[in-house]
């Protein structure tokens, strides 16, 4: 394969319906909204979780989006932690209030759902415009804003977020020393450059270190685009330390690649402007290399093959960024 694949950000995940949820965990959340669910829509397939999550019409004329796991899974504890983020987050961060949570055994099992006010919208960037640019700009600056310093208490450093998951640092050298095989699909001019890459991504201690809190894991498939074009921030189970530009910083690569002068817009945006270039570069390099990790291995559960094409298309669009900022 030469170059970065389609992915369809609609089929990245797939999720059980809501007839498969337990029904003492439906009776319970039926219990914490105060009324009947009069009908569930089909689950998304969008996400990298297998968790339940579907939009709910209830018996009181109300709309929400409700997330399930059970608690064998990953998505169980993602969910506990956005619903104990999102109420703390401060009033200036566009994020759909959650309404209600629950929780029930079934068969010794144990199952957590959370209910948030629905917002409908669409993912920016399909494809990316000038005007959802800027729409998705603003809304990491008033974001970062608002998070800086971080208003919230006993956040993890991202650096220790992203060791504990036992982020590949040292996968340029190792692919260098022959340790382990090159991917294929890449760039061609990539093996003459690992080891810059390596000497990048050996600064994020310090270039990702900072005081705010940062959504960690933002990608326009975490954002919606509501219709009077307000973008609202979803997802919010990696929140850490870091740097105020980081979220910003790591929608460019995806933006550039679809004819954004995102170069322009980081020697302008006020989140960047006077941040050193290998800062910028550092974390855009972390991101290139996390995504070169376990191209070939079978998805997680939950997760479809998409995945990984999500994969490959990150790693090449985060690699083509480095390249054209650094003349690779």
Same mark, same amino acid.
């Given at each position: ?189 990539? /093996?003459?450059?690992?080891? &810059? +890459?390596?000497?990048?991504?050996? *600064? !994020?201690?310090? @270039?990702?270190?900072?005081?705010? %809190? #940062? ?85 997680? /559960?939950?997760?479809?093959? &998409? +995945?990984?094409?999500?994969?490959? *298309? !990150?790693?090449? @669009?985060?690699?083509?960024?480095? %390249? #054209?900022?650094?003349?690779?």
């Amino acid at each position: 394969m030469s170059g970065p694949p389609d992915v369809d950000y609609s089929a990245t995940s797939a999720r059980p319906p809501w007839s498969a949820l337990p029904l003492s965990l439906r009776r319970s959340l039926a219990v914490a909204l105060g009324t009947e669910i009069a009908e569930a829509g089909p689950s998304v397939g969008s996400g990298f979780t297998g968790g339940f999550a579907a939009p709910l019409r209830l018996a009181d004329g109300r709309e929400v989006f409700v997330k399930a796991a059970a608690g064998s899974t990953h998505a169980y504890d993602a969910y506990q932690r956005e619903a104990e983020v999102v109420p703390q987050l401060p009033p200036a961060v566009r994020v759909p209030p959650i309404v209600a949570t629950a929780y029930a055994t079934d068969d010794g099992i144990d199952w957590f759902a959370l209910a948030a006010e629905r917002v409908v919208g669409r993912m920016p960037g399909t494809p990316w415009t000038r005007r959802d640019f800027d729409t998705v700009t603003a809304n990491c600056l008033t974001t970062a804003h608002s998070l800086s310093p971080s208003p919230l208490p006993g956040l993890d450093a991202f650096t220790v977020e992203i060791e504990s998951l036992g982020f590949p640092r040292r996968l340029p050298a190792e692919i260098l020393g022959g340790d382990r095989p090159r991917p294929d699909g890449f760039q061609p001019w990539l /093996p003459r450059r690992l080891q &810059e +890459l390596q000497d990048l991504v050996d *600064l !994020y201690p310090e @270039a990702l270190a900072g005081d705010s %809190a #940062v959504h960690g894991d933002l990608r326009p498939d975490n954002l919606l685009v509501d219709t009077d074009d307000r973008c609202w921030t979803l997802d919010w189970n990696w929140l850490s330390l870091g740097p105020a530009w980081f979220d910003w910083v790591c929608l460019l690569p995806v933006a550039h690649r679809a004819g954004i002068d995102t170069l322009a817009a980081v020697r302008t945006n006020p989140l960047t402007a006077n941040t050193p270039a290998d800062h910028l570069d550092c974390v855009v390099a972390v991101i290139a290399v996390y995504m070169l990790n376990n191209l070939d291995a079978p998805p997680p /559960p939950g997760c479809t093959p &998409e +995945l990984r094409r999500h994969q490959r *298309l !990150y790693g090449w @669009a985060f690699l083509d960024w480095l %390249a #054209v900022r650094r003349g690779w």
